[in-house]
């Protein structure tokens, strides 16, 4: 693929799957839905990246001999720096998602998952990447950061600088045991990511509240991971999401909550990818945002994380790609354009009360 391996802002490692979804009756499922933590983190990344920047934008599919043909013309669409795997000997990952009451999400899979690692980064675009969104467990993100760094370090552009991680634990190991790993990861990561249960989790804590979640307790326990050094340089940062309440944007020195942009419940109608498409905005916020890079600009990141999050979650499956002739012209998601969205959701943080 002709693609200037060192316009690569964004990767990611999370896999594409393609979901099934179950709704509690009399909701019909759906199926043939883009999906995985892979394709909803690049659609976080890419809704802040029209063309030409939609190249910046790399993901790996894996296309197996089911793979659908409306699937790859949304793919093509999109325009990004994606990497195409023909895998015709099986078939595509495929998953299940049943919802219950109250958001519960059940998810299997129903064909066998092909995990990526970094041996899917060699020799290609996507081993260049200003940033990298790792979702895995403790010891699995360090042996990522651990293997890209090598890979980069092998080669004659090994002076490039050191990219972004960015980690999003996986639930099931958001354990007490897995805490003295999570602390040797975050050394390794530029900004982690869980939700408030998954923080708790790690320190055997339960961080919901009657209404709400319980806002000081997730700043405690930010506070101690912050403490522990986050980066190399231990000023790395933490961005807790935590659903309809928001999320807490927190670095040495800083810490600051965000509402969710959604606020009224009839207004999210699948929350599959949410928390994803949050990380692809954060990622590409970090690189690019406000003219810096890094945590510095964690709190505006945090802010574009927050609108990607809000085109994935407003309908079941990827949002809808649409593009105007018209003098503002331009690309619209859900027929809104990004810039709007940012605008009027930075104008109510102006008016935001710290919870």
Same mark, same amino acid.
């Given at each position: 693929?002709?693609?200037?391996?060192?316009?690569?802002?964004?990767?990611?490692?999370?896999?594409?799957?393609?979901?099934?979804?179950e709704?509690?009756?009399?909701?019909?499922?759906?199926?043939?839905?883009?999906?995985?933590?892979?394709?909803?983190?690049?659609?976080?990344?890419?809704?802040?990246?029209?063309?030409?920047?939609s &190249?910046?934008?790399?993901?790996i599919?894996?296309?197996?001999?089911?793979?659908p043909?409306?699937?790859?013309?949304?793919?093509?669409?999109?325009?990004?720096?994606?990497?195409?795997?023909?895998?015709p000997?099986?078939?595509?990952?495929?998953?299940?998602?049943g /919802?219950?009451?109250?958001?519960?999400?059940?998810?299997?899979?129903?064909?066998?998952k092909?995990?990526?690692?970094?041996?899917?980064?060699?020799?290609t675009?996507?081993?260049w990447? &200003?940033?990298?969104?790792?979702?895995?467990?403790?010891?699995?993100?360090?042996?990522?950061?651990?293997?890209?760094?090598?890979?980069?370090?092998?080669?004659?552009?090994?002076?490039?600088?050191?990219?972004?991680?960015?980690?999003?634990?996986?639930?099931d190991?958001?354990?007490?045991?897995?805490?003295p790993?999570?602390?040797?990861?975050?050394?390794?990561?530029?900004?982690?990511?869980?939700?408030?249960?998954?923080?708790g989790?790690?320190?055997?804590?339960?961080?919901?509240? &009657?209404?709400?979640?319980?806002?000081?307790?997730?700043?405690?326990?930010?506070?101690?991971?912050l403490?522990?050094?986050?980066?190399?340089?231990?000023?790395?940062?933490?961005?807790?999401?935590?659903g309809?309440?928001?999320?807490?944007?927190?670095?040495?020195?800083?810490r600051?909550?965000?509402?969710? /942009?959604?606020?009224?419940?009839?207004?999210v109608?699948?929350?599959?990818?949410?928390?994803?498409?949050?990380?692809?905005?954060?990622?590409?916020?970090?690189?690019?945002?406000?003219?810096?890079?890094g945590?510095?600009?964690?709190?505006?990141?945090?802010?574009?994380?927050?609108?990607?999050?809000?085109?994935?979650?407003?309908?079941v499956?990827?949002?809808?790609?649409?593009?105007?002739?018209?003098?503002?012209?331009?690309? /619209?998601?859900?027929?809104?354009?990004?810039?709007?969205?940012?605008?009027?959701f930075?104008?109510?943080?102006?008016? /935001?009360?710290?919870?």
């Amino acid at each position: 693929m002709a693609q200037a391996a060192e316009n690569m802002d964004f990767c990611t490692l999370g896999m594409f799957i393609i979901d099934e979804i179950e709704f509690a009756p009399p909701k019909p499922p759906v199926k043939d839905i883009i999906g995985g933590a892979g394709a909803y983190s690049a659609l976080g990344a890419r809704i802040f990246s029209p063309p030409p920047q939609s &190249k910046t934008v790399g993901w790996i599919v894996d296309c197996g001999s089911d793979f659908p043909a409306a699937l790859r013309e949304t793919i093509a669409d999109w325009d990004t720096g994606v990497l195409m795997r023909e895998t015709p000997d099986r078939l595509t990952t495929r998953g299940w998602n049943g /919802y219950g009451e109250n958001e519960h999400r059940a998810f299997r899979y129903t064909t066998p998952k092909l995990r990526l690692d970094h041996h899917a980064l060699a020799n290609t675009h996507l081993l260049w990447s &200003k940033s990298f969104h790792l979702i895995c467990s403790p010891l699995r993100c360090i042996e990522l950061v651990e293997n890209i760094l090598a890979l980069r370090n092998q080669s004659e552009k090994a002076q490039s600088p050191c990219p972004l991680f960015v980690w999003e634990p996986v639930p099931d190991l958001c354990v007490a045991e897995e805490l003295p790993n999570c602390l040797k990861a975050l050394r390794l990561v530029d900004c982690v990511s869980p939700n408030h249960a998954e923080l708790g989790a790690f320190f055997g804590k339960d961080t919901n509240a &009657k209404d709400h979640v319980n806002y000081r307790l997730i700043e405690e326990l930010c506070d101690q991971l912050l403490e522990k050094g986050i980066g190399v340089d231990g000023k790395g940062g933490v961005v807790v999401r935590a659903g309809k309440d928001g999320c807490l944007v927190a670095r040495l020195g800083s810490r600051k909550w965000l509402p969710a /942009y959604h606020q009224r419940g009839e207004t999210v109608i699948d929350p599959t990818g949410g928390g994803n498409g949050f990380l692809g905005g954060l990622a590409v916020g970090l690189v690019r945002g406000s003219g810096t890079s890094g945590m510095e600009n964690i709190d505006e990141a945090a802010a574009w994380g927050a609108i990607s999050a809000s085109f994935a979650i407003e309908q079941v499956g990827m949002p809808m790609l649409s593009r105007s002739p018209k003098p503002k012209g331009g690309e /619209y998601w859900n027929g809104v354009r990004v810039e709007d969205r940012l605008s009027e959701f930075k104008e109510r943080l102006g008016r /935001y009360v710290q919870p």
